[in-house]
């Protein structure tokens, strides 16, 4: 699947908009943020602790609550000779995400070059 840039979706869920991106150079904000990264992949027990704590700190700090995650999968695209099976679609995770009243979801692309970002590389660049 395919993710546009710049393409800006939002999730209504009890009156709590989540604010989908399809690149981290797509979000803007000019508000303080609480970001937390990872794949998600099935939005299990643990990750609903820490979409949780997320949500409830952004609230504690009056911030805006953002998590960035990777489209393909990051193994995919690093083992693709395992043939990965996910938990979930990228249609299912952003369903599943946006029951948690966070206020934006990034999901970026996962390609080989963005692989050898050092830590340090990624910050600069973003």
Do not use: C, W
């Not at 609550?65 to 679609?89: A, G």
């Amino acid at each position: 699947m395919f993710l546009a840039p710049f393409k800006i979706l939002i999730f209504a869920v009890n009156n709590f908009a989540l604010k989908v991106y399809n690149s981290l150079s797509s979000f803007k904000s000019h508000k303080k943020t609480i970001v937390t990264i990872g794949t998600f992949d099935g939005v299990h027990i643990g990750h609903k602790k820490v979409l949780d704590k997320l949500h409830k700190s952004a609230i504690e700090k009056n911030a805006e609550s953002v998590l960035l995650t990777f489209f393909p999968h990051p193994r995919m695209v690093l083992q693709q000779d395992l043939n990965i099976k996910l938990l979930n679609t990228i249609d299912e995770k952003k369903d599943l995400i946006s029951k948690f009243e966070l206020h934006h979801l990034i999901i970026h692309p996962f390609d080989i070059d963005f692989s050898r970002l050092t830590a340090e590389g990624f910050v600069k660049m973003f």
